[in-house]
């Protein structure tokens, strides 16, 4: 016997925390709003990051251009070549993003120049701090209005404290109940089970029961005050919430991370069965991009590809790490053979740097674990380790472009 993804009650869970927001309309419309350029510095100003935004909008246009690098080595692209997109990991938050953005300035001056992505991810936590005291909303600010990435992917790790009120606000509104500690000062978290080890829960990747609704419930929070359209999903139960709660908001966006071992056609096939259950009146998903597991090879990405387009579905990118943190996986992980492969295969994909393949200091997961505050005192060396793993992607991406492939960095570059 088959059975659809989500219940009855699944779907008037989904549907009832839709409307707490306002519905899909006032959704959409709040995003908007808070993605506007002079509306977000102006808040950023009251919110005391005024400086660092000035600061970054000087410094971005001292960026080295694409159009300046093709001339003097007179690029032309091969037509059956795919596409390549640029993608870094780690930008933790603003003061991080801020020492990224004048060391990229900087090395226009150089040689060996460094262009901003064309997307950024960070892994922070989306504490109360962090969505509501300015810091997200100045990272947002100078990743996508000044450095005109095309999508800044925030992440929403499952475990974090929130308010008991919203906890007990959204039982009230779903009829669900969630398992949590209290953590004082009127802070509750959501009890997690699979904490035994270090990454037990990497990622936030327990999503038991009805929690996905939790996980919405902060998603949809942190985009109505910030803009973010764009968030990485942790698990199968809150990919398919997404796409049901996300089919009637084009402008609420996921990628599907790697944790979720889409590392053979069979399990991506899983995944589009999902997405095709909840499509968009467009065709589109409510997921935007998938980061092909680790372990896949060349032919494995071509394949699903392959699927992917023969699925229907529109709109979404396939991505796969190039580099990835030593303390992620094995030590000597390379994909560059591999994504040359895809490319002169005619597939486009999303190259994306989790290291930039050494193990300097902050290159580790424990960046990705850090406090608000130990954040903030780490920021240049983690400034530092970001800006190496763009500049990484700039040179591999210089030399994929020498080859006639097709190379994509962020608006501020062109």
Not at 281 to 286: A, H, I, K, M, Y
Not at 318 to 333: M, R, T
Request: charged share 20%; net charge negative; proline share 2%.
């Amino acid at each position: 016997m088959f059975y659809p993804f989500l219940s009855d009650s699944d779907m008037k869970a989904l549907d009832a925390l839709k409307e707490h927001h306002g519905g899909a309309k006032a959704i959409i419309e709040g995003i908007k709003k808070m993605r506007n350029f002079e509306l977000r510095k102006t808040r950023c100003a009251e919110l005391g990051f005024g400086q660092m935004i000035e600061d970054a909008e000087g410094w971005v246009k001292q960026f080295h251009k694409v159009s300046k690098f093709e001339k003097e080595n007179k690029i032309s692209y091969n037509n059956a070549f795919g596409h390549a997109r640029s993608q870094v990991s780690g930008f933790q938050g603003a003061y991080v993003t801020h020492h990224c953005i004048r060391k990229m300035a900087e090395s226009a001056a150089f040689d060996e120049f460094c262009f901003a992505p064309n997307e950024m991810i960070s892994v922070v936590a989306l504490t109360d701090k962090y969505v509501y005291e300015g810091d997200l909303l100045a990272t947002l600010t100078m990743a996508e209005n000044l450095m005109q990435g095309s999508k800044f992917c925030s992440t929403n790790l499952l475990g974090t404290p929130w308010p008991e009120s919203r906890f007990q606000e959204i039982e009230k509104v779903t009829g669900k109940k969630f398992e949590r500690n209290d953590m004082g000062a009127g802070q509750s978290a959501l009890i997690l089970k699979n904490m035994g080890t270090a990454f037990g829960n990497l990622g936030g990747v327990e999503v038991a029961n009805d929690n996905h609704l939790v996980y919405l419930d902060i998603i949809t929070r942190t985009a109505l005050e910030t803009g973010g359209d764009f968030y990485l999903n942790p698990s199968w139960s809150s990919i398919i919430g997404a796409c049901y709660y996300g089919r009637d908001i084009p402008n609420l966006t996921f990628k599907v991370s790697m944790l979720l071992s889409t590392q053979n056609v069979m399990q991506f096939r899983m995944l589009l069965n999902i997405m095709k259950s909840y499509l968009r009146e467009d065709g589109t998903s409510p997921i935007y991009e998938i980061n092909i597991g680790n372990g896949a090879t060349a032919e494995t990405f071509i394949q699903c590809a392959r699927d992917l387009e023969a699925s229907g579905i529109k709109g979404v990118s396939l991505a796969a790490h190039i580099y990835i943190n030593p303390d992620l996986g094995i030590a000597s992980f390379n994909w560059t053979e591999n994504m040359y492969k895809v490319l002169e295969s005619g597939t486009n994909m999303t190259y994306k740097y989790e290291s930039d393949g050494t193990a300097r200091e902050m290159d580790t997961m424990e960046a990705y674990f850090l406090s608000d505050e130990d954040r903030t005192a780490a920021s240049m060396l983690i400034g530092d380790v970001i800006y190496h793993k763009a500049l990484r992607a700039t040179l591999d991406g210089l030399d994929l472009m020498r080859h006639g492939i097709h190379t994509e960095f962020a608006g501020s570059c062109y």
